[in-house]
Nanobody, 123 residues
């Protein structure tokens, strides 16, 4: 089982970018999926997650700027990132798993991690 993330790159502050993550199996349609990020020298941070039935969750630092969604089959998710800031610079990791609601922002609750895609936001 693989998660493959796409869409990272270099963008100016205030700009937008969309990340995608595709799961190799359609069974991920019944999994919660989401994104974590890690900036150099910082701890891993929860960004956003979407449950198998479409409930969305966001980290405080991205709420109101980022939007997570998934396709109809459920095995591909997207992260629309708007009003980007230099603090958003990080490697973004796609995740999948079956966390209970109270653990949805916890990295260990996810069994599957993608390889990461790097976002750099220039000031």
């Amino acid at each position: 089982v693989q998660l493959q993330a796409f869409g990272g790159g270099l963008v100016q502050a205030g700009g937008s970018l969309r990340l995608s993550c595709a799961a190799s199996q359609r069974t991920f349609g019944r999994y919660g999926m989401g994104w974590f990020r890690q900036a150099p020298g910082k701890d891993r941070e929860f960004v956003a997650a979407i449950s198998w039935n479409g409930f969305e969750y966001y980290g405080d630092s991205v709420k109101g700027r980022f939007i997570i969604s998934r396709d109809n089959a459920g095995s591909t998710i997207f992260l629309q990132m708007n009003s980007l800031k230099p603090d958003d610079t990080a490697v973004y990791y796609c995740v999948a798993g079956r966390p209970i609601t109270s653990q949805i922002r916890s990295g260990p609750a996810y069994n599957y991690w993608g390889q990461g895609t790097k976002l750099t936001v220039s000031s």
